[in-house]
């Protein structure tokens, strides 16, 4: 199966669930910055979660279709179309054969991946499929997707070719889909406005009484400047209660950092891989795919958690994630 570029988009990339058991030696993950909506649309193929996707941001690619293919869409609302005839997201969808797949300016959330049966087939780089921008490694040669780029997808599984059976009774000439689609509400709240959570960071405790209630009683605005690496946001000014230096430490997804100008950063994907400015806090694992559908100019407050908290919605995360699994392979073994 083979994907013609049309038009890339704003910036679109091959990603997985990132690059992993290198940080030691100074590489960075990087990965889908949603891994939720990644991990759904590889079940909705027949994929393994942490296959290759395509992950689009704000405006999307258009995309010709050179083979069948089975895909799936998941995440932000980038208004996919084929011919003007629209394209559901959260279902397996069969493309036919020169079908063109138009995706426009997201409508709702920031990001979007889409999976194809058999992932896209592009060299490993140290384990992982996921472009690293900035050193220009993974992916596509190692950069976003340019118009004359053709993607090929990998090998088909069993699993692969009982979705693409399923789909293939359809009389469409466009493409076939399923009647039924999952429930994307629990792992992609988008309209909700509810807070990020965290835990808080190592040196919370560095930072002045005012700091600390300004933290979690002010809202921050994410500045144009944001990008994989972090999330740059703009509101009251945090200020630490005196100027001692700290050593670099290892930093992780969702660590937040305070730079000496008081406006914290969230690092998100890119990030670094160690970090000497302060951390008042760190984003829970579960509220991180929400946060990466935020957009610049969104606004966003934060909450305090417990680990315990921050683990147990963890926990419940996963098990909704295995019944979703669960679901779709039942719908696929019984048809």
């Not at 609302?77 to 426009?104: A, C, H």
Request: net charge positive; proline share 6%; charged share 25%.
């Amino acid at each position: 199966m083979s994907i013609n570029i049309l038009q890339p988009g704003l910036l679109t990339t091959v990603q997985d669930l990132g690059r992993h058991g290198y940080q030691r030696k100074g590489i960075i993950v990087s990965g889908g910055m949603d891994p939720y909506s990644l991990r759904l649309a590889n079940m909705l193929v027949g994929n393994r979660e942490d296959e290759a996707v395509l992950e689009m941001t704000l405006k999307g690619p258009v995309l010709e279709f050179q083979n069948d293919a089975v895909i799936a869409i998941v995440g932000g609302d980038f208004t996919p179309s084929i011919e003007g005839i629209p394209l559901p997201l959260g279902k397996p969808v069969l493309v036919k054969k020169n079908n063109v797949v138009k995706m426009g300016s997201c409508s709702e959330g920031c990001r979007a991946y889409v999976a194809c049966a058999g992932g896209i087939n592009v060299p490993e780089v140290m384990n992982s499929k996921s472009t690293y921008l900035r050193a220009e490694i993974g992916g596509f040669h190692g950069r976003p997707l340019q118009a004359g780029d053709i993607l090929k997808a990998g090998k088909t599984n069993e699993k692969n070719g009982r979705v693409f059976s399923y789909l293939s009774s359809g009389q469409s000439d466009r493409f076939n889909t399923t009647t039924w689609s999952i429930n994307r509400k629990p792992f992609l709240p988008l309209k909700e406005k509810g807070p990020i959570r965290v835990i808080k960071g190592t040196h919370f405790h560095l930072f002045t009484n005012n700091a600390k209630r300004k933290f979690f009683q002010k809202e921050f605005k994410i500045t144009p400047q944001s990008d994989r690496m972090g999330y740059r946001l703009r509101g009251p000014l945090l200020q630490k209660d005196e100027n001692k230096d700290i050593l670099s430490e290892a930093v992780a997804l969702g660590t937040v950092q305070v730079p000496p100008d008081g406006n914290p950063v969230i690092l998100m994907a890119d990030r670094q891989t160690t970090g000497g400015y302060p951390r008042i806090a760190q984003v829970i694992l579960t509220d991180i795919p929400r946060l990466a559908q935020l957009k610049p100019g969104d606004s966003l407050h934060f909450e305090e958690v417990t680990i315990q908290e921050a683990e147990e919605l963890l926990f419940k995360k996963e098990q909704d994630m295995k019944e979703v699994q669960t679901g779709i392979t039942i719908k696929f073994d019984h048809s």
